[in-house]
């Protein structure tokens, strides 16, 4: 029987020891999706205790509590610190099969040198101990980076964020490139309530009068520059669902300006489509020109606990897996629109949905044009399918529709300054695949070969993406 833990964690045969530990153990990190705050990165955050650190802002461990029967005070509430710590304890030892398991585990392993299993029995000690060395000073925002081997990160910031913390932090020196990432989703989501009020925080940014289609998408352009003076090569859009029509009777313009002129207009589904698809082409072109990525992020439905929304807000642990009927159509119809026009932007696709996962294996080998490697192609396994089984289904789906070392490989999509061990996680699953395939004879071992996948998938391929422009 194998030792929880232990130096071959998930590593199940020989050949995939041999892998992770010679080609992917030691390789640097590129983050290319998270959502570390820049601010906590320029300032050196050093946290109180390990909740400040684990639990302050993590929905996927508030939703594993409330699922043992925790009451809200104790995950959201104002509960003390050391309660709430008490009482995630608790619920790992409820989290068999969850990835929450390993990576709690992993993470104490990694940062706090705590080599056993958290349990209600151990807490104490583990508090006092973690506590200890955060209190060192050891385990700051910019030290958890530069120990982790960091090379480079993207942050997912609005379009309206000055990005004054990542001018801070390029010019303190920092070893680690900090970059941001766009994010427009508020100017796409007209419907919403607070789109008008949006549209006013834009137009103080750029300094431009916003009246019109035209000179919003003269502010953005603004921003798109901005942002792209800062570093920036990568947008990230995320949506319920792909909504895309390539000629619709709606005037945008009119529903833009009815949109601001009353607010508490209710549009109808046709010009919510309509508004999305000329914004969204509009931006998909302007990556393109600037040769960025643009990733796609669907199959999410938010915020379906309203009760839970008015008591914790948003990002509590309340949204769930979804899918169109067809999400297909409007997305290919999409990408083939901005391929005929030869801007079609280098794209990065996901779906929360794991049924899914051949389809957009097959429609990203439709786009791919031969320019690059890997120009359309599907993104990590997501949020609830980054886990052991997710994330072998995503492989196995991915590599028999399309070439392997091309994948741009994991991201921590985190809050929190501990997940770079999903980097890790994600490694020796990679290898315990790719080692399992080689024993039952169906790849050879061949290790050039083998060592310039690992190398790729785990690094080459999203340092590139960001770099090698």
Same mark, same amino acid.
């Given at each position: 029987m194998k030792s929880f833990l232990d130096k071959d964690f998930l590593l199940e045969n020989k050949t995939a020891v041999e892998l992770y530990d010679s080609f992917a153990k030691d390789l640097p990190i590129v983050d290319y999706h998270c959502h570390i705050e820049s601010k906590e990165i320029a300032e050196d955050k050093h946290f109180e205790n390990l909740t400040e650190l684990w639990l302050s802002g993590d929905h996927y461990k508030w /939703?594993? %509590? /409330? !699922?043992? &029967?925790?009451?809200? /005070? *104790?995950?959201? &509430?104002?509960?003390?610190? #050391? +309660?709430? *710590? %008490? %009482?995630?304890?608790?619920?790992?030892?409820? !989290? *068999? &099969?969850?990835?929450?398991?390993?990576?709690?585990? @992993?993470?104490?392993? /990694?940062?706090?040198?705590?080599?056993?299993? @958290?349990?209600? +029995?151990? !807490?104490?000690?583990?508090?006092?101990?973690?506590? +200890? @060395?955060?209190? =060192? &000073?050891?385990?700051? !925002? #910019? =030290?958890? %980076?530069?120990? =982790?081997?960091?090379e480079a990160i993207c942050t997912t910031d609005d379009p309206c964020d000055s990005l004054v913390y990542h001018e801070q932090i390029k010019e303190s020196g920092f070893d680690v490139k900090v970059l941001p990432a766009f994010r427009p989703d508020n100017v796409i989501d007209i419907e919403k309530k607070s789109f008008g009020s949006y549209v006013k925080k834009l137009e103080d940014v750029s300094g431009i009068k916003i009246g019109s289609i035209a000179s919003l998408k003269e502010a953005l352009i603004s921003r798109l520059d901005h942002f792209a003076s800062h570093g920036c090569v990568i947008a990230d859009h995320g949506t319920e669902y792909i909504r895309y029509v390539k000629d619709s009777v709606v005037s945008v313009n009119d529903v833009f300006e009815d949109k601001l002129s009353s607010p508490d207009t209710v549009l109808t589904e046709q010009q919510i489509i309509a508004y999305k698809s000329h914004m969204m082409m509009f931006f998909a072109r302007e990556y393109a020109k600037r040769r960025w990525t643009m990733q796609l992020h669907f199959g999410c439905k938010r915020n379906v606990n309203s009760v839970m929304l008015d008591k914790a807000g948003i990002n509590c642990g309340c949204d769930t897996i979804t899918g169109a009927n067809d999400f297909l159509t409007p997305l290919s119809g999409f990408m083939d629109q901005l391929n005929s026009e030869g801007l079609l932007p280098r794209m990065i696709i996901y779906s929360l949905n794991p049924t899914d996962n051949t389809v957009i294996d097959t429609l990203c080998g439709c786009f791919n044009d031969g320019s690059i490697p890997g120009k359309i192609q599907h993104g990590a396994a997501w949020w609830f399918n980054d886990n052991l089984v997710g994330m072998e289904d995503h492989l196995r789906s991915l590599c028999s529709q399309s070439p392997l070392p091309c994948f741009v490989g994991m991201l921590t999509d985190s809050r929190c300054f501990l997940s770079y061990t999903r980097h890790e996680y994600f490694r020796r699953i990679f290898c315990n695949f790719l080692g399992t395939e080689i024993e039952r004879g169906r790849f050879p071992y061949d290790k050039r070969i083998l060592k310039d996948l690992i190398q790729r998938v785990c690094y080459k391929n999203s340092r590139d993406m960001l770099f090698g422009r």
């Open positions: /939703r594993l %509590m /409330r !699922a043992c &029967g925790i009451d809200e /005070r *104790f995950i959201t &509430g104002d509960a003390p610190d #050391k +309660e709430k *710590f %008490m %009482m995630w304890a608790k619920a790992v030892e409820s !989290a *068999f &099969g969850n990835p929450l398991y390993h990576w709690t585990n @992993l993470e104490l392993s /990694r940062y706090f040198n705590i080599n056993e299993p @958290l349990t209600t +029995e151990n !807490a104490e000690e583990i508090w006092d101990k973690a506590n +200890e @060395l955060l209190s =060192s &000073g050891k385990l700051s !925002a #910019k =030290s958890i %980076m530069s120990s =982790s081997n960091v």
